[in-house]
């Protein structure tokens, strides 16, 4: 049959040859997909070439519907990949991801994913290419995925990492659910339950899902570990995973709220600077002051010598900036308009960085709580990063260690963001020996992965069991727990934890000071203060309080011991 009696001009017949001559050399390279991506019916007009060199032949129609990624792409000219025969689409996936996330696009069998790990890349690839249909389909798959238990963690923290909310909720109350043993099936079974999951399981996936996502997986177990709750997160799993039958939620659909980020509070007024007013700056010439505007409306007036000194980032955005009226509201001064800079840190905060670009003495920080004082340092830290202002990032550290003893938790994982191993150091430290509510939320968690959040609560954990096989007024009894919102289990009263603490600060700094010298026995009374201690040897009674004698050397040990535990 020739070209005419087929309908295909020369061109067009030419093309079709040189696309058989490509697929026939493809496939006897090994280079081409398997079936149905194999152009077998010959009416494929796209190929998809993987990391890996495999072809698969696919139709942009399908593309089209499947993808706004791929909508966009095909609607350009495809003069750059047009060729001899099919145009070619490399992508960065290899072939095993590309033939699953094809096989979901196409009404054909594409394989059972059997971990959750496995789904990573097909996520990715779905975020990439924007594929709405893969991300339901392996969301589908993570529902089926929680009868094993084995995978429920990382079905969890794969799903917290993507944000596949359903697949979240049935996840969490895997993990969360309890189960009457085998011996317990007769009269006692609601007082017969046992955890399927210890609160301190962990794998190698959760260690990349936001902190944020484990926090409030601890805090669920905390709240459904006996009793009746138990029983209630078992029918809530078993509801959950009962029928296969799965369909995405719907909007009118109540869904599980976690508690996860917290509404920042808006900035307080701002208390006019006379620093940095036009009255402040009467005597400057007009070339001298700068005019940086808030994005809260507060204007400050600032002298461009010190600010250009002190930020080599606002250095160059004043030599970019020119007076102008086209602005509005821009302040004159003697006739002549000033720069302004419009930056999107709040007035409060652009104060504070400021007032630090100036040579005088730091500023304080203000607020009415702890927290408070620590989101204002954080902010202005942001802020010094940004515009490279070197005095501000010191002053923001130090602020970070003068914290740390209230704040330990948010400090440490401020230090851990902006990499300062020694303040890591120390407020960890001071997370061992808190004796309020030590499991509380902090803002950081969402910018930070739950490995360094981990490795806090392990080392918090291993201290505090040191401490506890150490001490002579401990009775025998279970460890120090692994996550407990219970205020101020750990310590038999605030002198005990106040020792240990001191001496453990005190090796600490001596650590890294680098001296090496002993401290003097006498700096700490080396007394416990214990109430009537069962197994006390010899005690001592001042005003009434019954103490255990514990020898300094053998405090001297445990605090040696501490240091060496790895955070």
Same mark, same amino acid.
């Not at 009962?242 to 599980?256: G, I, N, T, Y």
């Not at 003495?361 to 620590?374: A, N, Q, R, T």
């Not at 506890?468 to 401990?474: F, G, V, Y």
């Given at each position: 049959m020739d070209s005419k009696s087929r309908g295909l001009t020369p061109e067009g017949f030419r093309s079709l040859y040189m696309a058989s001559v490509e697929k026939e050399k493809a496939v006897a390279e090994g280079n081409i997909a398997l079936p149905p991506f194999d152009n077998a019916s010959g009416d494929a007009d796209v190929v998809l070439r993987s990391s890996d060199g495999i072809d698969f032949y696919v139709h942009k129609s399908t593309l089209r519907i499947a993808s706004t990624f791929f909508a966009t792409m095909l609607s350009l000219p495809q003069a750059d990949l047009a060729g001899p025969g099919l145009p070619v689409i490399p992508v960065t996936e290899d072939s095993r991801v590309l033939n699953h996330v094809l096989r979901i696009l196409y009404p054909v069998h594409h394989p059972a994913i059997t971990k959750a790990v496995d789904a990573i890349p097909l996520l990715h690839a779905a975020e990439k290419y924007q594929l709405p249909s893969v991300t339901l389909a392996v969301e589908k798959s993570f529902v089926l995925l929680c009868h094993m238990q084995s995978q429920v963690l990382d079905a969890y923290a794969v799903a917290s990492s993507f944000k596949l909310d359903r697949a979240e909720e049935v996840a969490s109350s895997a993990f969360l659910a309890s189960c009457p043993t085998q011996a317990e099936y007769g009269e006692n079974i609601d007082m017969h339950w046992r955890q399927l999951h210890r609160i301190d399981g962990i794998t190698p996936a959760m260690l990349t899902m936001p902190a944020s996502s484990y926090y409030n997986l601890l805090k669920a177990y905390q709240r459904l570990t006996t009793g009746r709750n138990a029983r209630t997160g078992y029918s809530d799993l078993m509801s959950c995973m009962?029928?296969?039958?799965?369909?995405?939620?719907?909007?009118? #659909? &109540?869904? *599980?709220v976690w508690p996860t980020r917290r509404s920042r509070r808006h900035a307080s007024p701002l208390v006019r600077d006379q620093l940095f007013t036009l009255e402040g700056n009467k005597d400057s010439l007009v070339k001298e002051v700068v005019q940086v505007r808030a994005s809260d409306g507060t204007d400050l007036y600032a002298n461009v010598h010190f600010v250009r000194f002190a930020s080599p980032v606002m250095a160059e955005m004043l030599s970019a900036a020119v007076p102008s009226a086209l602005d509005g509201d821009q302040a004159v001064v003697g006739g002549e308009y000033l720069r302004r800079l419009e930056l999107p840190e709040t007035g409060e905060t652009l104060s504070t960085l400021l007032r630090l670009c100036y040579p005088? &003495?730091? &500023?304080?920080?203000?607020? &009415?709580?702890?927290?408070?004082?620590?989101?204002k340092v954080c902010a202005l830290l942001d802020a010094a990063l940004k515009y490279k202002v070197q005095r501000a990032i010191s002053f923001a550290k130090q602020a970070c260690v003068r914290a740390a003893e209230e704040e330990p938790l948010r400090i440490y994982l401020v230090a851990t963001k902006h990499g300062w191993k020694d303040v890591v150091r120390l407020a960890a430290m001071f997370a061992v020996y808190g004796t309020g509510p030590p499991e509380k939320?902090? #803002? #950081?968690?969402? #910018? *930070?992965?739950?490995?360094?959040y981990r490795r806090l609560l392990v080392y918090r954990q291993r201290c505090r069991n040191l401490i *506890?096989?150490?001490?002579?007024?401990?009775p025998k009894g279970p460890g120090a727990s692994y996550w407990s919102d219970v205020e101020g289990t750990q310590w038999t009263n605030p002198e005990e934890s106040a020792l240990w603490r001191a001496l453990h600060k005190q090796a600490l700094e001596r650590e890294l000071s680098a001296q090496t010298a002993d401290s003097d026995p006498e700096e700490v009374d080396p007394t416990i203060c214990a109430a009537d201690d069962p197994r006390d040897g010899t005690t001592a009674t001042r005003l009434g309080i019954t103490f255990v004698k514990c020898t300094h050397r053998d405090i001297m040990l445990a605090v040696d011991d501490l240091i060496k535990i790895p955070l």
């Open positions: 009962a029928s296969q039958r799965w369909s995405p939620p719907r909007d009118s #659909e &109540p869904r *599980l005088m &003495p730091d &500023p304080e920080v203000s607020g &009415p709580s702890i927290h408070e004082k620590v989101s939320y902090a #803002e #950081e968690m969402e #910018e *930070l992965p739950a490995a360094p *506890l096989s150490s001490r002579a007024s401990s």
